[in-house]
């Protein structure tokens, strides 16, 4: 793709970052946010679906961004920009052909300012391209990442119980013909039917007493 920066091709890397952040120029309107390589370096761009803005940096105007901010790598970037979309801590303002976007608090000083232009028609269809292919890329990790956590919570539960069933199934031995068969343990006289390692109880009867007249003859 063509790019504004040098005429670069445009590559978004692995870990692009999506978010919404709200306009507050426009009555609330929500933007999403995401990083972007154009140039070969790190940039952001926003989008409303039918226009984008971007960064724009080049090696030099990166460099001297970061300078300014005190932020030390593109790693801290990302890391400041994930934050500010996850805790609702990103304004952003659209005004025409510009656009400012804020990270952090106004009175954070560790807070970051981005200004971005309005790409032309020919790049934001590029771009929006990417948006769109990027997201679907990570729709399509996400779903694997899910259906590998869902196959593996699913393992353990299966094993038990193939466990359990065994544990209930006859033992079995080999008969001199080779043939297998199911282990069954003779039952003593006497034995308890319950209990088989106990004695069966025998009713009790009674004496029987003769008759003293009986004796007596």
Partial sequence: MESGAGGASTSLSRNEIYGMVVNSGDGDRQYLCCTSG?????????????DVWST??????????RRQHGVTS???YKTKLRKALQGVSASLLVEGSTATLQLGKDDDPRGLTFHLIKL?????????????????GRVGVLEQRLEREGAATASPVKSQQRSTAADFEPRMHTTGGGRTS????????????????SKRKVKATGVAFEDSEEMKQ
């Fill in 38 to 50: 154009r140039g070969g370096v790190f940039n952001i761009c926003i989008t409303n679906a039918s």
């Fill in 56 to 65: 724009e940096f080049t090696s030099e105007k990166l460099s001297e961004h």
């Fill in 74 to 76: 593109t790693e801290e």
């Fill in 120 to 136: 032309p028609d020919a790049e934001t269809r590029l771009e929006l391209q990417a948006v769109l292919f990027g997201m679907a």
């Fill in 182 to 197: 199911a282990a069954v343990k003779k039952r003593l006289p006497g034995a308890s039917l319950i209990n088989p390692g």
